[in-house]
């Protein structure tokens, strides 16, 4: 794998990075009358970031402002023709030291993808404190739940 590079993300990026999250059934869905609370209904670009490689975006995350000092991560997503290769974790780091940097305290993952929830709790060191039930099927389609892990950041 060519090198990457780690960024903030730009307008410009929003649809590699919306094709990348489709890839996994991870878009974001505007709400409908059909599907009035989605589970993301957008990608806050300020709080994003994309993973480049050979001139073109490999992987995407971003994370949620709920208060001061709690933020929830969204949208991790790697092509899948570079999943294992690190760049999940290196999107991650990033988001992570930038929440630091603005004094978040707290961060809150769901997910349902268990190798996802194991790679949370060995790499960084979150715990599991909970489940919510989906709104729809994102992500997973035959899980029904979320997997709620939280990490404390100082």
């Not at 970031?49 to 000092?69: D, Q």
């Not at 630091?100 to 268990?114: A, K, M, N, S, Y």
């Not at 960084?124 to 489940?131: A, C, D, L, N």
Request: glycine content about 8%; overall charge negative.
């Amino acid at each position: 794998m060519s090198s990457v590079l780690i960024r903030k993300m730009r307008p410009a990026d929003l649809p590699d990075c919306m094709a990348i999250l489709e890839r996994w059934n991870m878009a974001p869905r505007p709400a409908t009358a059909g599907n009035p609370d989605p589970e993301r209904s957008g990608i806050e670009i300020d709080n994003g970031f994309v993973a480049e490689a050979g001139g073109r975006i490999v992987g995407t995350c971003s994370y949620i402002m709920h208060s001061p000092e709690l933020a929830e991560t969204a949208s991790l997503a790697v092509d899948p023709d570079h999943k294992g290769g690190g760049v999940g974790f290196l999107l991650q780091q990033a988001r992570l030291e930038e929440m630091r940097e603005r004094g978040i305290r707290r961060v809150r993952t769901e997910t349902d993808r268990p190798d996802t929830i194991r790679w949370y709790i060995e790499r960084f060191g979150y715990h599991i404190v909970g489940t919510n039930p989906k709104k729809h099927a994102f992500s997973l389609p035959d899980v029904d739940r979320w997997t709620v892990l939280e990490l404390d950041l100082f």
